[in-house]
């Protein structure tokens, strides 16, 4: 079935103009195909067709013009976007520094239906999709089709989570493109992941649709959700799997990338360097979608597989569908996961012993800290809130010698007690190795990688330069490899034996 229109609500969109500027777009041939109206203060106005531009006035926007719209606009949220009530259409506003509306951008929105033929397969699956391409090709489109057949074609219980009402439309009504789903609106963007586990925890969802995930915090959340055996369909920023894995905030989307260190038995079997760069966890999406245009695409369909082939250096090779011109879906090429030749013989890996996780209860000690330890150094442990689930009690030498109530509590419940002398990460990490038995830090070419991981993640998340300890030529060689495969920008500076890398954001 190839892609429908629904029958357009353009006028609605047209109400919120300047009558000169509505009567100028209602002259327009073509208007089934008009994408936006950009009015911005001192230009001409401009109607936007997939085609090209036309020019709707010889005069310039005045600030009146701006005013009109913005008087007949739904409200502003904190993203500058508003909406008119149970449509699809988006405004959105461009300000000055000091809050005023210099431009406008009015957005058609459409319904379009048959868009998830090309995906029918995977969306009734019940396992979770993610969907990358570039901004216009479509992303939206397909979720929202998406909600509607498994609410309406499958009586799924389907929550989307709208964080721009880009799903369902503007208003309290949502617009009927999304069938039976139920949507939930997100206050503002930087409550979506909150939102996200509370339609979970309150609704009961057995799908959750969720549009642009972009932050840390949301990719946690959906892996939250996903854990919990909910179907998640969603977006995210990037145009390929390799964009996403170069991102660390969303790399955990598709189950992260860290150094590790293998033996150096391994090192020859693989025919690798002692460090080398392995998937972190599994993957929260086990379809990956790269809509490269509204009737092509590229699948991966086992994402931990095709991230595993892509970090030793196989590039993945998706199925890639089209829809023809006559509506049919076909395959153009069939999925490939490249393997390796081995070299050697391939061994057994060595059984691990599965260690029982700690729970650790901290009392004045950096809880984000101790996170960011455990994870780096892979201790057998938890942290926990509840006083009543902890195994150990963590915090300072100044804190046992005052002995708060809740420290005199859990000794006398027997919970093992360890002081670390100061708040600091050496201090947190020397405590875990002691208490786990984990190895020494890391020398050498491993310590420099694991540097050189930390710096990419600080620029990522505070986007300054960071400059890293003076190396040898050898060691600077892997650190500039490594912040190039994140697509970031690095630098030697200074001059033997104080040369050092550094670490530039784009």
Request: aromatic fraction near 2%.
């Amino acid at each position: 079935m190839s892609a429908n229109h629904q029958p357009g609500d353009i006028d609605l969109l047209l109400q919120v103009l300047p009558p000169p500027l509505k009567e100028a777009v209602e002259r327009e041939d073509h208007l089934e195909g008009l994408v936006e109206i950009v009015l911005d203060l001192g230009r001409l106005p401009e109607a936007r067709f997939p085609a090209g531009m036309t020019t709707l006035a010889e005069r310039p926007v005045t600030r009146e013009d701006l005013d009109y719209v913005v008087s007949r606009t739904g409200t502003f949220s904190e993203d500058n976007r508003a909406g008119i009530e149970r449509t699809l259409h988006r405004i959105s506003a461009i300000r000055n520094r000091v809050g005023a509306v210099v431009g406008i951008t009015c957005r058609v929105g459409r319904a379009i239906y048959g868009t998830v033929d090309i995906l029918a397969d995977k969306i009734e699956s019940g396992r979770s999709m993610l969907l990358l391409g570039r901004p216009g090709v479509g992303k939206t489109t397909i979720l929202r089709e998406a909600a509607r057949v498994l609410a309406d074609d499958f009586g799924k219980r389907v929550v989307i989570v709208d964080t721009s009402n880009e799903i369902g439309g503007d208003g309290d009504i949502p617009h009927p493109g999304i069938g039976r789903a139920r949507r939930m609106q997100v206050p503002s963007p930087h409550r979506q992941h909150a939102v996200m586990i509370e339609a979970v925890e309150n609704h009961m969802p057995e799908v959750i649709v969720i549009d642009e995930i972009g932050t840390e915090a949301e990719a946690l959340a959906a892996r939250t959700i996903a854990e919990r055996g909910v179907q998640l369909i969603a977006t995210a920023h990037g145009n390929t799997l390799e964009n996403l894995l170069r991102n660390p905030t969303l790399a955990d989307l598709v189950g992260g990338v860290q150094v590790v260190t293998i033996s150096d038995e391994e090192a020859r079997r693989r025919g690798t360097r002692k460090s080398v760069l392995e998937r972190k966890a599994p993957p929260t999406f086990t379809v990956l979608v790269e809509i490269q245009d509204k009737d092509r695409v590229a699948i991966h369909d086992d994402v931990a597989t095709v991230v595993d082939a892509f970090l030793d250096g196989l590039p993945p090779e998706p199925e890639v569908r089209v829809r023809t011109p006559e509506g049919r879906v076909e395959v153009e090429r069939e999925a490939e996961v490249a393997t390796a030749p081995e070299a050697l013989p391939a061994k057994a890996p060595p059984r691990r012993v599965r260690r029982r996780t700690t729970r650790v209860f901290t009392y004045a000690v950096s809880k984000s800290r101790l996170e960011r330890a455990i994870q780096k150094l892979r201790a057998p442990a938890e942290i926990v809130d509840d006083i009543n689930r902890a195994d150990l009690l963590l915090t300072l030498k100044s804190q046992e010698k005052r002995q708060p109530r809740r420290v005199r509590e859990l000794q006398d419940r027997g919970v093992p007690l360890h002081a670390i002398r100061s708040n600091t990460v050496t201090q947190i990490e020397n405590f875990l190795r002691a208490a786990f038995d984990l190895p020494e830090e890391p020398e050498g070419e491993d310590a420099a990688l694991q540097e050189a991981e930390a710096a990419v993640t600080e620029v990522f998340e505070k986007g300054h330069p960071v400059e890293l300890s003076p190396r040898n030529p050898h060691i600077r060689a892997l650190q500039h490899q490594l912040a190039q495969r994140y697509g970031l920008l690095t630098e030697s500076k200074g001059r033997d034996p104080f040369r050092r890398v550094v670490v530039f954001p784009l």
